[in-house]
């Protein structure tokens, strides 16, 4: 028993010292689709890189939205899986959010994560016809350490495309909400209460933005064409409505197009809402005008940048 414990002793001596004491190798950065390893840019994603809007491209200026898809790379999301989009600089205040499909309708789920657990900003977006009117969305990120996940609550027969925008310009998504407020004196929407505003066919797109004193934000907003009929609705809650706005560029092609907003919390959670035409199109020309009937004056080509 001694002989064979010496030769015991003597192998484990005889083992180079650097097995019992490596370094730990460095970490590789290994990609998921929940987190990926970033690149110089600050924007990570396990599928893809985002378009970032940096300070020498018109970040600032908001484009058409079909002109958005022509510069945008989308990822195919399928039925039923979830893709994130993660970015950790605090330069990025406000993102924006595409969604589409090839015409068929389209679900979704689009939520906010700050940290483990903290989902500040979601809603749940349905279209009848993702092609013809897609989905735009600016969510604020203010701080570090966001991503924006996009779950397709479709069938695995129904994909769609989606992009990420991040917009690092100085101004952010106040460089919008703050044009919009100053166009006309926000509604007020008590808790449980409806508004509705028809356009006229002209109004090709309208924008909306929704907001509060502070307080956890619950609304819903359809499009509708028609007598209980229904082309889009999107479902939002926010955990801070002023410092989480919700803005959305809504399509609104044909005629009898109406955009109904419920708010859907208590009394005691009113809303301030900013409903107006982004885009009005008169005849073929490149002019776009504004109605007399929505109380405005003229603009050219974008509703509200121009103010």
Known sequence: MKFVSLTV???IFAAPSATAFMAPKTSQGSNSVLFSSMDGSGL??????????????PGGEMALTKDVWDTLSPIKVQGGSLRTWSFTTPAIDSVQVHLKTEGRPLNANVELWQGPDNTP?????YLEDGNLRPFRAVIASPGSQNSI???????????LHAGVEADIKDGGIENFTDKLSKMATPRIIQGGAVFTMPFSPSVASVQVLLKTDGRPLNARIELLQGPNNV??????YTEDGTERPFFAIIETPGTGNVVRIVNTATVEFPLSCNLEPFLVEEGSDDMFVISEEQ?????????FLDR
């Open 231 to 236: 082309k889009q609705v999107m479902e939002v």
């Open 121 to 125: 900003q979601k809603m749940a977006v």
């Open 44 to 57: 990570a994603t396990g599928v893809g890189t985002p378009k970032v809007n940096t300070p020498s491209s």
């Open 9 to 11: 002793l003597a192998a």
């Open 295 to 303: 109380g405005t004056e003229s603009a050219s080509r974008f509703f």
């Open 149 to 159: 996940a996009i779950r397709n609550t479709a069938q695995m027969e129904y994909p």
